[in-house]
């Protein structure tokens, strides 16, 4: 806590108002209004996600806007680019690379100014960018051995029933096109294969893109819990906010 007050106390920062550890602080109709409206914003978000993201994926046979929300859910979306002109391998190298430039650029921050950087809402995104490409980048591993692996299995099939029936003949290279072959089914549009996304590649999607719509109710559950966080944090030291408008002490608190 002394490397955060360090930390805090290296910038500018308006002048504090009010002692945050004071029961008066937060026994008021200010912090009454606002944390109604926190309480509010993430049950309605529960129940948003809940209604798309939980419901609708029990039911087999989704329509209109259900099947809106069951876009983007099968495994190969995870690993495999949108154009089959460019090769999954590339979008691996650079999640790979991305990465590990984030990587090192939040250990370098943390390093240098303690972990009292994760005290701002900016830091904890950044964290999220950092562990969306780390997960993008096992997800892009996985699916690659696992495309490979298939492939070889098929291929071994092949090979083993030709052979029981005693008419296999090698495929010339004029031949190759009724063979598997990983360039032809490496993007979605060449795989007839859809399966059902896990729930480490459905989160991938959640924090990439966020869509459909619905999918904002993830957005006002983030900044609702970590608004929760800085109230438990003032409650118990008192030290200046990470942003004026979160100041209890203002009258115009709650319209934030």
């Known amino acids: 806590m002394r490397s955060l007050t360090g930390l805090l106390n290296s910038t500018w920062w308006p002048v ?18 606002c944390a109604i409206c926190i309480l509010m914003a ?59 430039a984030l990587l090192a650029l939040i250990l370098a921050d943390t390093i240098v100014h303690s972990v009292g950087i994760f005290y701002f809402y900016t830091q904890w995104t950044f964290t999220l960018v950092t562990f969306y490409f780390g997960l993008a980048s096992s997800l892009s591993i996985h699916g690659h051995l696992l495309h490979r692996h298939e492939v070889d299995s098929e291929k071994d099939n092949r090979v083993g029933r ?38 480490w590649e459905n989160a991938l999607q959640i924090m990439f893109q966020r869509f459909p719509f619905f999918r904002i109710a993830y957005f006002v559950l ?4 970590f608004v929760v966080f800085q ?4 409650a118990f030291v008192s030290m200046r906010w990470p942003y004026p408008f979160l100041d209890l002490s203002s009258p115009y608190a709650p319209i934030w």
């Open 16 to 33: 504090m108002t009010a002692d945050t550890t004071a029961p008066s602080y937060w026994l008021n109709w200010r912090f009454l209004l």
């Open 42 to 100: 993430m049950v309605l978000s529960a129940l948003v996600i809940w209604r798309y993201e939980g419901h609708n994926k029990s039911r087999s046979r989704p329509t209109g806007d259900q099947g809106e929300a069951a876009r983007g859910s099968y495994k190969s979306e995870a690993w495999r680019t949108c154009s089959q002109s460019i090769h999954p391998i590339w979008l691996l190298a650079y999640r790979i690379v991305a990465f590990c």
């Open 162 to 199: 030709d052979a029981e029936q005693g008419s296999y003949v090698e495929p010339t290279h004029g031949e190759n096109s009724g063979m598997p072959s990983t360039n032809k089914s490496l993007n979605p549009g060449d795989d007839p294969k859809h399966r059902a996304a896990s729930v």
């Open 222 to 225: 983030w900044t609702s819990v």
């Open 231 to 234: 109230w438990i944090i003032h």
